[in-house]
Structures are given as C-alpha cells and as structure tokens.
C-alpha cells in the first residue's frame, strides 16, 4: 500500500533570526546539516534564502509591472524549505531540527493537493 505524501513548507522571516555576527557561520553549518539529513532521508523537495538586498516586484493581472509587493503583505524575507513527508507530525519534527539549527521559531504550511498529479 502506497502511502500519501503531502508537501510542507517551513520558514521564518530573516527579522525572526536574532543571531549575534560572530555566530551566523555556525548557523548556516547547523541549517545545512538539517538539510543534508533531510536529503539523505528522501524528504527534501527545495530550500533557500530569499535576498533580501533585491526587492520585490509585483506583476499585476493586467501585465504592469510595479516595485513593492502587495499592500496588506507585511513581510516576505527570511529562508524557507520544502519537505515532502507522510504526515503533519512528521513535517513539525522536521520544523523542530531546523529551528534549532537556526535559533528561531518555523512556520509550518500544507501545500494544497494538486487534483491533476
């Protein structure tokens, strides 16, 4: 029996992460781990780091193209990963390693099923 997989995403806003300078190294060393595992147990789908140097753009419906992103949007920075895993507890568990190894708390969201796949 096949087992249903549903896709998560974990992240954080960079204005999350308080880590002090000297420790940032130590950071990135201990969120790549987490990754690297997640590689190795077959979970991984994606991650990374939105550049929060470049701001965003927002391509309206009627093709214009204008600096900025959506009013109501507070914040939109900070890292993030995709996991594909069996279940919810098994996405939190996975949001536990990485919010150790980032020293800030994970949000954890549910992809929608996609009908046609």
Known sequence: MEVALSRYLISFPGRAMNVPEGDLADVADAAHAVVEE???AGVFVFAGGLDEDV???LVAADGT???GSYPETEEL???FAIIEVASRQEALEWARKLA???RCDQEVRVFMDDPLV
Do not use: K
């Open 38 to 40: 997640a590689r190795l």
């Open 55 to 57: 701001g965003p753009v």
């Open 77 to 79: 920075s900070g890292g």
């Open 100 to 102: 150790v190894a980032c």
């Open 65 to 67: 193209i204008t600096e």
